[in-house]
């Protein structure tokens, strides 16, 4: 599980949804599309300290710059170890937002031409993103 920790920016609400936005490194922010709103969730607040969680086998990794897609969330980060396995592999990534992790099926290593040292961009759907208190 990828864990990263900031502070809500901004918290769009309609109906029993929040898009919301938290800040997790300078300029860099994470969002997030949750069933609550702030009036059903007290952690959903403007500046309050959370918990980014998203798993390993959703990170789509792409080396298009920036790709023509709907996924908003995006991070440039370079491959710093590769765990080869059989059928899936393990990229250990770093960039602006700290370590993060993806799980990609092994037959992509060779089609995306990744290697230690190679620069990415790591994408993570909405809907994939988990807050939590910290």
Do not use: W
């Not at 920790?5 to 898009?19: R, T």
């Not at 023509?68 to 969330?73: D, L, M």
């Amino acid at each position: 599980m990828n864990r990263f920790e900031g502070s809500i920016a901004k918290i769009d609400s309609h109906g029993h949804l929040s898009m919301v936005t938290v800040s997790v490194s300078g300029e860099l922010s994470v969002r997030s599309i949750v069933i609550e709103t702030p009036e059903t969730a007290r952690y959903l607040k403007t500046g309050q300290e959370i918990a980014v969680l998203f798993k390993e086998t959703e990170v789509i990794l792409c080396t298009t710059e920036t790709p023509a897609i709907s996924i908003q969330n995006r991070f440039e980060v370079e491959v710093r170890e590769i765990e080869e396995g059989s059928l899936l592999s393990r990229i250990l990534l770093q960039g602006e937002v700290g370590e993060l992790a993806a799980v990609i099926p092994s037959e992509t290593l060779s089609i995306l031409g990744l290697q230690t040292g190679k620069k990415v961009m790591a994408l993570i759907k909405t809907n994939e993103v988990m807050l939590s208190e910290i």
